[in-house]
């Protein structure tokens, strides 16, 4: 088990940017397997990003690729979202996440398998 803390989430304008954070306490090196998803008002929680904590591979959502950047600070515990470009359909809670075991892009679909959740940071982009 781990704990994780969103913060960053903000009110925007669209076309601005935002940059969010996790930073990751208890034991995560029993964490292999990150995660940022999100939730938009009357939508289901969706995948934004899997990452996987040994390597430089990240798989994003399709509907993201080429706005958000995931990076890591590893000696600080901390992994970013950077966003660019924001849409009014970005607006959502934000959240981070953390399992071990395997890690794919195919748990963009499948975040049941994610024990350990931060509280959310709220996006809100206004047109």
């Known amino acids: 088990q781990v704990q994780l803390v969103e913060s960053g989430g903000d009110s925007v304008q669209a076309g601005g940017s935002l940059r969010l954070s996790c930073v990751i306490s208890?034991?995560?090196?029993?964490?292999?397997?990150m995660g940022w998803f999100r939730q938009a008002p009357g939508k289901e929680r969706e995948g934004v990003a899997i990452?996987?904590?040994?390597?430089?591979?990240?798989f994003y959502a399709d509907s993201v690729k080429g706005r958000f950047t995931v990076s890591q600070d590893k000696a600080k515990n901390t992994m970013y979202l950077q966003i660019d470009s924001l849409k009014p359909e970005d607006t959502a809670m934000y959240y981070c996440?953390?399992?071990?075991?395997?890690?794919?892009?195919?748990?963009?679909?499948?975040?049941?398998?994610?024990?350990?959740w931060g509280q959310g940071t709220q996006v809100t982009v206004s047109s």
């Open positions: 208890g034991n995560p090196r029993s964490r292999n397997c």
């Open positions: 990452v996987p904590t040994t390597t430089t591979t990240i």
């Open positions: 996440a953390a399992k071990g075991g395997t890690c794919a892009g195919r748990y963009l679909r499948d975040d049941q398998w994610f024990p350990d």
